[in-house]
């Protein structure tokens, strides 16, 4: 069964610094993706970067990158030059096909984010 | 586009009372999706639905029904409501079956429900 685990429930950093949140997670898949989204206090769910299993470079979207290690099953967040605006929730997903033949997503319980000025 | 769009936004229910949590895309996307956050947690899947008239169950689909009469509508029905289905409630649609590739998925901006 796929899982997914966000060992950290909360984290800060200093605006402006780097923060990394951390990622491990279960599949039997051999080729899938990898999600990390953002829920700020508004609740929306914003897709924050994404990751292909098979791709060995790491992704990287602006200020935000991962670094995927796949024999580890890890899959962890780095923001760099952390904003105000960074402050929010983080999840963590994978997504899981299910019997009806679409996926849904298995998140982690979530990592709080906390960007002290 | 107004994407996908989730009504209402916030709701208090008395037990055994019953309500429907309203879900519309307009992105003519034929997967749609109820996830439900319980709080300090990630979001679990209550039904799905991969086309007008085909839906079926995600992890947690006890205590909810659903209905996919039209491609744009995914409401999600709660009969008689307990205090364990307070949480937040989202909906979300994408054009594939599987998320991934360039395609970007769309989620709501979720309904907050409190049962009293």
């Known amino acids: 069964a796929q899982t997914v685990t966000q060992s950290q429930p909360e984290m800060s950093v200093q605006e402006a610094e780097t923060v990394t949140l951390s990622c491990t997670y279960d599949?039997?898949?051999?080729?899938?993706?990898l999600f990390w989204y953002k829920q700020p206090p508004s609740r929306q769910m914003i897709l924050v970067i994404r990751?292909?299993?098979?791709?060995?470079q790491n992704a990287t979207e602006n200020r935000f990158s991962v670094n995927f290690q796949k024999a580890a099953k890890s899959f962890s967040l780095k923001i760099s030059d952390s904003q105000l605006g960074d402050a929010a929730m983080y999840f963590c997903a994978l997504p899981f096909l299910t019997q009806g033949g679409s996926e849904k997503l298995v998140f982690g319980k979530g990592t709080k984010l906390t960007v002290n000025p | 586009n107004a994407g996908v769009t989730q009504t209402p936004k916030f709701r208090i229910l008395k037990i055994g009372q019953s309500m429907t949590l309203q879900c519309t895309q307009d992105?003519?996307?034929?997967?749609m999706y109820w996830y439900r956050q319980d709080p300090g947690m990630g979001l679990k899947l209550i039904y799905y639905?991969?086309?007008?008239?085909?839906?079926d169950k995600g992890e947690v689909p006890n205590g909810y029904n659903v209905s996919r009469s039209t491609t744009e509508d995914f409401p999600l029905r709660l009969e008689l409501a307990a205090p364990s289905q307070t949480s937040v409630y989202f909906c979300a649609s994408s054009f594939s079956p599987r998320w991934t590739g360039e395609e970007t998925q769309y989620f709501g901006p979720g309904t907050r429900l409190l049962v009293l």
């Open positions: 992105m003519n996307h034929n997967y």
């Open positions: 990751q292909e299993a098979y791709k060995q």
């Open positions: 599949t039997s898949e051999s080729d899938y993706y």
């Open positions: 639905s991969v086309g007008a008239g085909i839906t």
